[in-house]
């Protein structure tokens, strides 16, 4: 059944009608043609869709736009101030921490995520909070060291 | 009958994209191709199985064919100077035209750029617009290509742009594939600078009066020794003459640049849309959109070879803004969303009912490969000395078999088209790695003239080899004709892991014999199914056989990166060790006094030696173990030492450590080199360790992320990778073979430290030998 509802999203209020129970995904890519945000399995297994909602990274192929209706969602889109981009842009760009980029807006939003709770995360943090991310082009490595420098260029931010 | 169709469309579109002209010796690889109906295409002559995508061209669409090679009568369409603006984007002044006569870029089947003009284009203000048909997935042709202008153009790379991939603006460049794009697109695109640059050079001599021999060149700016006079790129795109001197054909034997340390040709290159690409700005083919588009789905049979018996679509006419389509066996539903689409399709495919029909089960693959072992349609076979002779000198003979398991490419992109009719014109934006050839398949399909499709492919999200064909366009095209509006059709994960194709499995037999000195006599190598690549052993062994077999292969098979590379080396390189071992030599020693492959020796020197492999391999336990492993293909040689460690209690491993030597050449871009060999050994792990599709009755039983697992961030080891410049051989593709080695390298590893000898890839089937109970 279609409802009227408000969604925040990039600090913008929008009115759609639509069924509750399709994926925040979906409505994003869709109804918003906020395309960065990818569909790369649509089950919770791959990450490629992850959004902020509030300060948690969170998959949007698996949230009904429904529950999330008054919630704060910030997207890839959302994420640089103009043409300024996110110090964990800054930082996949710096290291060249993309192949085919697909994954990376999915990886970029779980960094933002990471680094909300825990600004310096060891090595093995970072491995075991990014594992439900996937990058089959396998630039694992490189997108640790830019894990790494988001952390350094944010924690550099904060201490000034 | 849709199952039957889209199979016959996809193989033969597949089989054309392997068997492309121009292409190396890869043809051989797929000798055994199969269809997932199980009809093998070894049966059938080529001329039927190259002309089966035009499967019913008639019905396909309801259009009425003409003849295919009357592209010239079709309706005309002009690929205009304002399409090409508008292409560009605003700011951007073209004053050079492509050559857009139908016998060069636009034929289709033609080769690359003729004309300096149909490769490059100067704006008024000095940018250099670079047309290929080269498609950017993440393997860094983006970058590469604009080093090849940058360079013998004299220019920052800044002032240089692509058009990749869209085949009303640019060259045939052929297939995106075979690791080609380095050894033959770059020194392409090179030409065509180069003979920009002399031509641009010419045009200032002419407007000075002097000799062209005494310019010079730098960032775009063309000077006169002595006159100190100067003319940018910019000055002379401005004149008429441009565009007239750029009609020049581009001779074949244009002197190119010797690169020089320092120069663009071998720097570090980032990827030049990488900005869009953490902004979420660039849109991938499934990020396109067309105004009033719908969304499609497909109906897919619940097996492959099923044939539709009946099906009601009521129940989704019934949902409002759906429309359905049904072409025969092809059924499909269009609504102004995904998630409406799918509701439509759900509550008719509920109605359906089947024919199916019987096939194997991944449990029983390797019987069945054996069991129809068959000469293949492209057979190689490598023969040395005499066998009978090898074997008779030998003291020891072992014999065992290999198995490795069909896998998928599994881009994290997953197959979509979005179609756009207008009027007669077609424009379909998808991801696929030859996008003339799909543009011809779409053409043929619809009755219509190539001229009138136009297929972009806009930079896509990861290939592997497994986006040679056209599925999704193919079915996105005939919504879109039925319903009269654009359509976009994304298949999820679940359809891109059970009907795009696979890297076909492998049973590999090997027998050899060792003599009194320890060292190989006799080699014989039977590879089952998965063809020739890299198939011949990098050693001296005087008697020797290696050869491949076709088979029954159960599921639709297709290219891979690295194709059977990765199959024979694992299967070889894990032999050697077993044979050393029987030798009673160590694998290091073993392989030294055998290599005769120059290259990969120095290759292995290196990994040996930054690994540290002489002290590591002295301090082997039961649980932990270091392995090696090297090979050559697509003139290409790599080394592999792996350190892995086991837990023998619950039978699991856990790759440490990779140091891998890689060399293909010169090195263009030695970070983009660097990725891929990280890459490919991230993509070798999952192989090794775990990935395998599992299929019953015609079904694919691991469809997802979930039950299919890749390497994830906590399978990655310590890597370190060593690039290998050689500047005696011309630089060579390097997205493929750093993947054949870390196989191998990874099972000797565990047999090092365990003695169990794991002759599968994946490992994980077999793990369960490891366990020791404590």
Not at chain 1, 118 to 137: F, G, L, Y
Not at chain 2, 758 to 766: D, G, L, T, V
């Given at each position: ?14 009115t759609?009608?639509?069924?509750p ?6 409505v ?31 998959r ?20 640089s ?31 933002v ?19 439900p ?9 490189k ?13 550099e931010?904060?201490?000034? | ?18 068997f ?40 396909l ?39 857009v ?12 750029a ?15 617009t ?43 460049d ?6 080609r ?5 770059v ?70 640049t010797?690169?020089?340390p ?21 849109q991938y083919?499934?990020d ?17 070879g ?25 059924v499909g ?41 068959r ?6 076979e ?41 009027g ?41 080899g ?15 004709r ?5 359509v976009?059709?994304?298949w ?47 050693y001296?062994i005087?008697?020797?056989?290696a ?7 159960p ?19 894990s ?14 020693a ?17 990994a ?28 290409s040689?790599?080394?592999?030492c ?33 990725s ?21 009755k015609?079904a ?39 993947l054949i080695?870390?196989a ?6 565990v ?24």
């Amino acid at each position: 059944m279609e409802r009227s509802m408000h969604l925040t999203v990039n600090g913008k209020q929008t009115t759609l009608i639509t069924d509750p129970s399709r994926s925040l995904l979906d409505v994003l890519r869709e109804e918003l043609h906020l395309t960065g945000t990818k569909y790369g399995c649509g089950k919770s297994e791959c990450g490629a869709c992850t959004v902020m909602i509030g300060d948690e990274a969170v998959r949007s192929c698996y949230e009904d736009v429904g529950d999330v209706k008054d919630r704060a969602i910030t997207t890839i889109e959302g994420l640089s101030s103009g043409e300024t981009l996110h110090a964990v842009q800054e930082a996949f760009l710096a290291e060249g921490a993309l192949q085919c980029g697909y994954c990376t807006p999915g990886m970029i939003m779980r960094t933002v995520g990471l680094l909300t709770v825990d600004p310096r995360p060891s090595d093995e943090k970072i491995i075991s909070w990014m594992n439900p991310n996937i990058c089959r082009c396998g630039a694992y490595p490189k997108i640790m060291n830019a894990i790494r420098r988001a952390s350094r260029l944010m924690s550099e931010v904060t201490s000034k | 009958m849709t199952a039957k169709l889209f199979l016959k469309t996809s193989s033969s579109a597949r089989e054309r994209a392997i068997f492309s002209p121009g292409k190396d010796g890869e043809a051989g690889d797929v000798g055994s191709i199969v269809d997932a109906a199980g009809c093998s295409q070894a049966e059938k002559g080529p001329l039927e199985a190259r002309s089966s995508f035009q499967t019913e061209p008639k019905t396909l669409l309801g259009g009425t064919p003409v003849n295919p090679s009357a592209g010239a009568e079709g309706p005309e369409f002009d690929p205009s100077r304002r399409l090409f603006l508008q292409m560009l984007g605003a700011g951007l002044v073209i004053t050079v035209l492509p050559d857009v006569s139908p016998g060069q870029r636009r034929s289709g089947g033609s080769g690359p750029a003729a004309t300096v003009g149909a490769r490059l284009q100067i704006n008024r203000q000095g940018v250099v617009t670079v047309l290929t048909g080269k498609v950017e997935e993440g393997q860094g042709a983006r970058a590469e290509l604009t080093q090849a202008a940058a360079q013998e153009l004299r220019l920052p790379v800044e002032q240089v742009r692509m058009v990749m991939a869209d085949t009303d603006l640019v060259p045939n460049d052929g297939i995106t594939a075979g690791s080609r794009t380095t050894p033959v697109n770059v020194p392409s695109v090179r030409k065509a600078a180069a003979t920009a640059r002399e031509l641009l050079k010419g045009l200032a001599a002419r407007a000075w009066q002097v000799d062209p021999k005494t310019l010079t060149v730098r960032d775009g700016v063309i000077t006169q020794r002595q006159g100190g006079q100067t003319l940018s790129y910019a000055d002379l795109a401005r004149s008429q003459d441009l565009a007239e001197v750029f009609k020049a054909q581009i001779p074949a034997d244009v002197t190119l640049t010797e690169v020089a340390p320092g120069d663009v040709l071998g720097r570090s290159v980032p990827r030049p849309n990488g900005r869009d690409l953490v902004t979420g700005r660039h849109q991938y083919p499934r990020d396109k959109t067309a105004p009033n588009m719908l969304y499609g789905k497909i109906l897919r049979p619940p097996s492959y070879g099923a044939t539709l018996l009946a099906i009601d679509l009521t129940p989704a006419r019934a949902l409002p803004g759906v429309r359905v389509v049904r072409e025969g066996q092809f059924v499909g539903c269009v609504a102004p969303s995904t998630f409406r689409a799918t509701e439509a399709l759900k509550a008719i495919a509920k109605t359906a009912t089947w024919k199916e029909v019987p096939a194997p089960s991944s449990q029983a693959l390797y019987a069945h490969l054996k069991r129809n072992a068959r000469p293949g349609r492209r057979p190689r076979e490598h023969q040395r000395g005499s066998l009978d002779t090898g074997f008779a000198e030998a003291t020891k003979v072992l014999t065992e078999s290999y198995r490795v398991a069909y896998v998928q490419h599994a881009p994290m992109e997953p197959r979509s088209a979005t179609a756009q009719w207008t009027g007669d014109k077609l424009t379909v934006w998808t991801g696929t790695d030859n996008p003339h050839r799909v543009r011809a398949d779409l053409a043929r399909s619809l009755g219509i003239s190539h001229e009138q499709v136009r297929l972009i492919v806009p930079d896509m999200g990861g290939g592997f080899g497994g986006k040679h064909s056209g599925e999704a366009a193919l079915e996105a095209v005939r919504l879109a004709r039925a319903v009269g509006q654009p359509v976009a059709v994304q298949w999820t994960r679940t359809e891109e892991f059970t009907w795009a194709y696979f890297r076909p499995a492998a049973l590999i037999e090997c027998k050899a014999g060792v003599n009194a000195e320890g060292g190989l006599c006799a080699w014989d190598f039977t590879n089952i199914n998965a063809g020739g690549s890299a198939l011949e052993p990098p050693y001296a062994i005087p008697h020797s056989r290696a050869r491949t077999l076709g088979s029954d292969g159960p599921l639709r098979q297709g290219a891979y990166r690295g194709l059977a590379a990765t199959a024979n080396n694992f299967a070889r390189e894990s032999f050697i060790d077993e044979l050393a071992a029987a030798a009673g030599r160590d694998p290091l020693a073993f392989r030294r006094s055998h290599l005769n492959n120059e290259r990969v020796r120095v290759v292995l020197e290196k990994a040996v030696k930054e690994f540290n492999w002489e002290e590591r391999s002295q301090r082997i336990t039961p649980e932990l173990g270091v392995g090696l492993a090297c090979g050559t293909e697509k003139n290409s040689v790599v080394a592999t030492c792996a350190e892995v460690a086991i837990d023998r209690r619950r039978g699991r491993i856990k790759v440490l450590h990779v140091a891998e030597a890689f060399e293909c050449g010169p090195i263009i871009n030695p970070a983009n080199l660097e990725s891929q060999v990280q890459g490919c050994i991230a993509m070798g792990l999952g192989g090794i360790l775990r990935e395998a599709m599992a299929f019953d009755k015609g079904a694919i039983l691991n469809p997802s992320f979930g039950k299919y697992q890749v390497a994830r961030f906590e399978d990655m080891p310590t890597i370190d990778v060593h690039l290998v410049a050689n500047h005696k051989i011309p630089a060579a593709g390097g997205g493929e073979t750093p993947l054949i080695a870390i196989a191998p390298a990874v099972a000797n590893a565990v047999a090092a430290a365990t003695g169990v000898r794991i002759r599968s890839m994946p490992m994980r089937p077999e793990l369960h030998r490891l366990r020791v109970r404590s």
